[in-house]
C-alpha cells in the first residue's frame, strides 16, 4: 500500500527537490530559469526562506520526495512583509493523484498561522493545470502580464493569482 504525507522540507530533501525543478527549468516555462539549480544552490535557497519565516513543505511516498511547496517574500521591501508569493512543483511523470492539492492545503494551514494577509500565486500561462489548482483553493485573478518572459524562444504571459486571508 502506497503511504502519501506532507510534512516540513528538511536541508537533505535539497537533491530531490533539485531533480524535481530541474525537470521544470529544462522542459517547461512554469519557471522562468534557465540554468538547472545545483543542491547546494537549492539548499541555500531552502534556508533563505526558513531564515525568513516561510514554510517549506515536501509530499513524500514511501520515502520518496513526489512533490514540493513553499512560500517566499513577494517583494522585498518592508511594506510587502505581509504578502507571500507560493509556489508548487510535483515529480516529473507523478502529477496526477492530488499531490498539489495536499501540498497547497498543508502550505496554505502554515501561511495561516504566521502573520501573512495576501497569498499569490504567479502563473507563467498557459498553465491550465496550475490555474485550476489556485482557483481550486479561493484564489482569483488579478493581474495578467502579456509577453514579459521569454523562454524557449517564445514570448510567455503571466497571471497572479490572489488570495486574501
Same mark, same amino acid.
Given at each position: 500500500?502506497?503511504?502519501?504525507?506532507?510534512?516540513? *522540507?528538511?536541508?537533505?530533501? *535539497?537533491?530531490?527537490?533539485?531533480?524535481?525543478?530541474?525537470?521544470?527549468?529544462?522542459?517547461? /516555462?512554469?519557471?522562468?530559469?534557465?540554468?538547472?539549480?545545483?543542491?547546494? =544552490?537549492?539548499?541555500?535557497?531552502?534556508?533563505? +526562506?526558513?531564515?525568513?519565516?516561510?514554510?517549506? $513543505?515536501?509530499?513524500?511516498?514511501?520515502? =520518496?520526495?513526489? +512533490?514540493?511547496?513553499?512560500?517566499?517574500?513577494?517583494?522585498?521591501?518592508?511594506?510587502? $512583509? /505581509?504578502?507571500?508569493?507560493?509556489?508548487?512543483?510535483?515529480?516529473? !511523470?507523478?502529477?496526477? +493523484?492530488?499531490?498539489?492539492?495536499? @501540498?497547497?492545503?498543508?502550505? @496554505? &494551514?502554515?501561511?495561516?498561522? !504566521?502573520?501573512?494577509? *495576501?497569498?499569490? !500565486?504567479?502563473?507563467?500561462?498557459?498553465?491550465?493545470?496550475?490555474?485550476? $489548482? /489556485?482557483?481550486?483553493? +479561493?484564489?482569483?485573478?488579478?493581474? /495578467?502580464?502579456?509577453?514579459?518572459?521569454?523562454?524557449? &524562444?517564445?514570448?510567455? &504571459?503571466? !497571471?497572479?493569482? =490572489? @488570495?486574501? @486571508?
Amino acid at each position: 500500500m502506497l503511504k502519501m504525507k506532507v510534512r516540513n *522540507a528538511k536541508i537533505d530533501d *535539497a537533491i530531490d527537490i533539485a531533480y524535481i525543478y530541474n525537470y521544470y527549468v529544462a522542459t517547461s /516555462h512554469a519557471t522562468f530559469e534557465i540554468d538547472p539549480v545545483d543542491e547546494a =544552490e537549492m539548499r541555500r535557497r531552502m534556508e533563505d +526562506g526558513w531564515n525568513g519565516g516561510y514554510p517549506f $513543505l515536501v509530499c513524500e511516498e514511501n520515502d =520518496e520526495v513526489v +512533490g514540493y511547496s513553499y512560500g517566499h517574500y513577494f517583494r522585498p521591501r518592508p511594506a510587502y $512583509l /505581509h504578502s507571500i508569493e507560493v509556489s508548487v512543483y510535483v515529480r516529473p !511523470g507523478r502529477t496526477e +493523484g492530488n499531490i498539489g492539492t495536499m @501540498l497547497y492545503e498543508k502550505l @496554505l &494551514d502554515e501561511i495561516r498561522k !504566521g502573520d501573512f494577509h *495576501a497569498v499569490i !500565486g504567479g502563473i507563467s500561462l498557459p498553465n491550465d493545470a496550475s490555474v485550476r $489548482l /489556485h482557483e481550486k483553493f +479561493g484564489f482569483e485573478k488579478v493581474a /495578467h502580464f502579456r509577453e514579459v518572459g521569454r523562454k524557449f &524562444d517564445q514570448w510567455i &504571459d503571466v !497571471g497572479y493569482w =490572489e @488570495l486574501i @486571508l
